[in-house]
């Protein structure tokens, strides 16, 4: 339960935003009963809601009761991104249903206030920054056929809202109305391009349906049985509300700069579409039956990284666009006064030579379950493999995009095993056509230099990178993609390196940034997918206990609506960096399921 007004003017804790989406972009509706963050039309647009990043001033949509003792409880509606949040308040009752239309081609957020109980005084306030808070709105007010509408506009952007009408006081507009039990108030917002008509409203019965059978649909479609299998649902959600419908990108979170240390500088855009993110992705998806969510997340690479091989970025816009400068927004403040607010990804320029090998572990998970290759994928996938012939032996920035200076990790080199290894099988087992005995030599020349250079034999470990004795929690890849079996002598001592390096207070850190030349201060807290890879780990390699223990702590850090942030703050009990994150809930699936299968092995044997 939750008081109105309890933070002030500052944003709420990260773990107390829900999200909506139509499955083209998304918002983060806080406990409080306001919109905090919303960019329309796509999820990279520009915020007209940046108060997460700021205060109100640089814009929201608050509707709430007007009593501050007023308490809230949330839940998304069935399997769906259907958000009802009930506020009890001392004269009576009443829930507020917020959610973004799917399928009607329109840019809408709709919030229905409903009389449960006596009756309730709902305030609104409507704060409307387009350009990330750099542009006040011209706002004006019209009564038509439909009721009562106020249009705003600036630059390209505009919007119409429709409800109980608002009335302006100092740059926002507010107003207050009531509902009594069994009465109904609709409020809609419509985004729509500045030189083009004013929309008429949704139909808001019929979005309600029709949105609400879409999701309940897809999720049924998912496989899963396990005693984690509420949580893998909600995570399959959270991936396809990712998930562009029309291009079939998957950005990797729903926010930009949400800080990974809080006033640090630590502080990224995340709404790009990272292969890496969405190769694992794509193996989540093809894992739990969602083959046609596939095929389009195949298409949209072979665009993307359509070209010359030595062009393929790390990262793409949501339609494939590469262009993607970071600069620094000074219009927001920061969430919390974290700052910079970034928007771009300077990332986009660097090698990780990881990249191609999670393509191409997806591209063959892809082919195993049936999807077949068009005259275009497999020539596409041969090049890749002719770029990184050539260039294999070179350092990179690794998994974690180092802004220091690059090295030979032992992650990346292993995904390069795995690309030539995956380019090999595609061969053998599938017959597609390409130089079987050059990439099965490449592979076992990759595999030796792993084998000498990234593993220590003082502490019977693979190391972070060549030449150094530390670890990195993505050394937990190297058996998920084959490269050694997870009961391995050599990957069990990588483990208890890992675990005696890198765990902080029950969960696992990426590395340990005071002693890696990262390009920027130490400091940061654990990372979620790091910790749900060690549940793998510990499952797959006969630890039952363990993974059971330490995956009930993760799933327990979720928010009251089942969403998982980049990392947590254990000291101050919260989620940190940017949210919804992809890898959080596409690794808690892997997780969940690698569970479920010792679970339902025939022999379980303890493994210490």
């Not at 809202?161 to 509902?179: I, Y």
């Not at 008509?197 to 139909?203: D, F, G, I, K, M």
């Amino acid at each position: 339960m939750h008081a109105v007004g309890q933070y002030g003017g500052m944003a709420l804790n990260i773990e107390d935003y829900a999200l909506i989406s139509d499955c083209h972009s998304a918002a983060l509706v806080g406990l409080d009963g306001s919109i905090d963050w919303l960019c329309l039309p796509r999820y990279d647009s520009a915020s007209m809601f940046g108060a997460l990043l700021g205060t109100p001033e640089q814009g929201r949509w608050l509707v709430a009761p007007a009593d501050n003792d007023a308490t809230a409880h949330r839940a998304y509606i069935n399997d769906t991104f259907i958000l009802k949040t009930e506020w009890t308040a001392p004269t009576g009752k009443a829930e507020v249903i917020d959610f973004m239309p799917h399928g009607d081609k329109r840019a809408d957020v709709v919030r229905r206030v409903r009389g449960i109980e006596g009756t309730v005084e709902m305030t609104q306030e409507l704060r409307i920054r387009f350009g990330y808070a750099s542009s006040m709105p011209w706002v004006r007010q019209v009564h038509d056929d439909h009721g009562n509408a106020l249009i705003a506009v600036a630059g390209p952007d505009a919007i119409v809202v429709r409800g109980p009408k608002l009335e302006a006081a100092d740059h926002r507009h507010v107003s207050t109305f009531t509902v009594s039990a069994g009465e109904t108030v609709d409020l809609q917002l419509t985004w729509y391009p500045s030189h083009r008509e004013v929309p008429t409203p949704v139909s808001i019965d019929s979005a309600y349906r029709k949105t609400m059978t879409w999701w309940d649909d897809w999720a049924k479609t998912c496989s899963h049985d396990g005693p984690y299998r509420n949580n893998v649902i909600r995570s399959m959600l959270v991936l396809r509300a990712l998930t562009h419908e029309t291009t079939g990108g998957i950005v990797a979170a729903a926010t930009t700069s949400l800080p990974e240390s809080f006033g640090g500088d630590r502080n990224w855009d995340y709404r790009f579409v990272w292969l890496r993110d969405a190769a694992l992705t794509l193996e989540v998806l093809l894992s739990h039956g969602y083959e046609v969510e596939a095929a389009g997340w195949r298409a949209w690479l072979l665009r993307a990284i359509a070209g010359d091989p030595s062009d393929v970025q790390i990262m793409y816009g949501l339609a494939g666009e590469r262009d993607l400068p970071e600069r620094e927004i000074t219009s927001l403040p920061g969430y919390r006064g974290a700052k910079p607010v970034r928007v771009g990804n300077a990332a986009v320029s660097q090698f990780q030579a990881d990249v191609i090998g999670e393509v191409m572990v997806a591209l063959h998970a892809a082919r195993k379950v049936g999807v077949s290759e068009t005259e275009f994928s497999w020539p596409l996938q041969r090049a890749l493999m002719h770029f990184l012939e050539a260039n294999w032996h070179r350092e990179d920035q690794g998994i974690w995009e180092m802004r220091g200076a690059p090295h030979e990790f032992t992650h990346s080199r292993v995904m390069v095993w795995a690309a030539f290894d995956r380019a090999v099988r595609g061969i053998t087992e599938f017959g597609l056509i390409g130089p079987l005995e050059k990439w099965t030599k490449i592979r076992d020349e990759v595999r030796r230099d792993i084998e000498d250079r990234g593993f220590s034999t003082t502490r019977n470990s693979y190391t972070q990178y060549f030449g150094t004795e530390e670890v990195d929690a993505s050394l937990l890849v190297l058996p998920l993609v084959g490269f050694c079996e997870p009961t391995d002598p050599r990957m069990l001592g990588t483990v208890t390196a890992i675990e005696s390096d890198l765990l902080r207070d029950g969960l696992l850190m990426r590395y340990r940034t005071q002693s890696s030349d990262d390009g920027l201060a130490p400091g940061e807290h654990p990372f979620l997918a790091c910790s749900f890879w060690l549940v793998e780990q510990y499952a797959t390699s006969g630890r039952y206990a363990d993974a059971s223990t330490l995956m009930d702590r993760l799933v327990g850090l979720c928010n009251d609506v089942g969403l998982l942030s980049e990392e947590y703050d254990v000291g101050g009990k919260r989620q940190a960096g940017n949210t919804p994150q992809a890898l959080s809930h596409l690794t808690l699936v892997r997780a969940a399921d690698a569970i479920a299968a010792g679970m339902a092995s025939p022999s379980r044997q303890i493994v210490v």
